[in-house]
């Protein structure tokens, strides 16, 4: 059975599509069944284009990946989600709908890197930062036994990546 995993930040624009793309291609090349999907609670309506610039030079398809709203994964027939990660401070904070299953929910913040300075190569090398960092903890996620952990056992693990 597919594992869920819901990627939250406020506008759905940089981080949370980075770690979206990031979980969906790792699991892709390791042949894992895991599915990632993003939203936002204010989200605005595009990606970043840092962002898309940072996935495609790692050689990552950007295509249907969009800026989504979490209402989106709250409803009657939306995909059950396993795990709900936080990439920003500001959307952990929120209150969060209730997700139908109750899944483990963890904090793992990056600061923002559309508020990097240097003007455009600082922003760039600020994704292109960002995007290793979220990649590195995706790869760390596919290594757990998800399938095979309680809610419990699954939410010490996902505390001690955020730990490493």
Known sequence: MTTNVLILCTHNSARSVLAEAMLNHWAKKLGKDVR???AGSAPSGRINPFALE???NAG????G???KCWDE???DGAP???IVITVCDSAAAEACPLWPGSPVRVHWGYADPSNAPGGDEGKRQAFELTRQAI???MLQLLELPIDRLENAGLQQALNAILQS
């Not at 990552?60 to 295509?63: A, G, P, S, W």
């Open 135 to 137: 990649g590195y903890r």
């Open 54 to 56: 940072a996935l495609t």
């Open 73 to 75: 994964f709250a409803q």
């Open 36 to 38: 990632a999907f993003s």
């Open 60 to 63: 990552i398809d950007t295509e």
């Open 80 to 82: 059950p989600m396993r």
């Open 65 to 67: 990946y969009r800026s």
